[in-house]
């Protein structure tokens, strides 16, 4: 038993083996970071359209109202129509910048005093 131990503490045709895929999976791990963000940016900029799109349909409606009345000339039931009128908003079709702010250093916590 322990000599099979012992061929087994000395045997290192693993070594160089594990060092390679480590390398490789660093690799790999790198190269899907950066892609990942790339399909960030652009899923962000698709739904910048969408957006764009959504905020410049005409979202004004209205509908008649109408009356119907008996053969005497009385009113027998009345539905009234409505209207709404869409304006720009502020933020339709990119017209604000969002952005990020600069990071601001932050103020005391907890009595403690930072400088």
Not at 31 to 43: F, H, K, P, R
Not at 61 to 82: D, L, P
């Amino acid at each position: 038993m322990t000599t099979v131990f012992g061929a087994l503490l000395q045997d290192e045709s693993g070594f160089i083996v594990s060092a390679e895929l480590v390398l490789v999976a660093t690799l790999l791990v790198i190269g899907l970071i950066v892609g990942l963000s790339e399909v960030q940016y652009a899923v962000v900029a698709e739904l910048n359209d969408v957006a764009d799109a959504i905020g410049s349909l005409n979202q004004s409606y209205s509908y008649t109202g109408f009356t119907a009345k008996k053969s005497g000339g009385q009113i027998k039931s009345r539905f009234v129509g409505s209207s709404f009128n869409d304006v720009t908003d502020e933020c339709d079709n990119n017209q604000c910048e969002l952005g990020c702010d600069a990071p601001t250093k932050e103020g005391n916590k907890g009595g403690h005093h930072w400088k």
